[in-house]
């Protein structure tokens, strides 16, 4: 159930950055914040492979908008090392610290304005 609400609430985040994307060539950001809540959702459901899949993916695209939109290059940094320690805490199978630190990807990723 908590990935249902979690999945809902990435999906209206995804949408809302989908417009700002339009305006602000974000893409890459949306791209990241959508898989970030997918391996948010799935790490707090204890689900680590997937949390694994879908972090790597968000790192990928959050690299890609680091490199596009240099004046948020501090939160996007910031975002990419907690992504990191995601992917390496959901390959150990710890999926409650991968959540952590997708959480706190997200919220960078969210300082980052774009």
Same mark, same amino acid.
């Given at each position: 159930?908590?990935?249902?609400?979690?999945?809902?609430?990435?999906?209206?985040?995804?949408?809302?950055?989908?417009?700002?994307?339009?305006?602000?060539?974000?893409? +890459?950001?949306? *791209? =990241?914040?959508? %898989?970030?809540?997918?391996?948010?959702? &799935? !790490?707090?459901? $204890? /689900? #680590?492979?997937?949390?694994?899949?879908?972090?790597?993916?968000?790192?990928?695209?959050?690299?890609?908008?680091?490199?596009?939109?240099?004046?948020?290059?501090? +939160?996007?940094? *910031? =975002?990419?090392? %907690?992504?990191?320690?995601?992917?390496? &805490? !959901?390959?150990? $199978? /710890? #999926?409650?610290?991968?959540?952590?630190?997708?959480?706190?990807?997200?919220?960078?990723?969210?300082?980052?304005?774009?």
């Amino acid at each position: 159930m908590k990935q249902l609400s979690t999945i809902f609430a990435v999906g209206v985040l995804a949408i809302f950055l989908s417009n700002q994307a339009l305006a602000s060539d974000a893409g +890459h950001t949306s *791209e =990241a914040m959508e %898989h970030a809540g997918q391996a948010l959702a &799935h !790490g707090e459901d $204890g /689900h #680590a492979k997937v949390l694994v899949e879908h972090a790597e993916k968000a790192l990928q695209h959050a690299k890609e908008a680091e490199e596009a939109h240099a004046a948020a290059h501090k +939160h996007m940094t *910031e =975002a990419i090392k %907690h992504m990191e320690e995601s992917i390496k &805490h !959901g390959k150990m $199978g /710890h #999926a409650d610290e991968g959540a952590k630190h997708m959480k706190e990807a997200i919220m960078h990723m969210r300082k980052s304005g774009h």
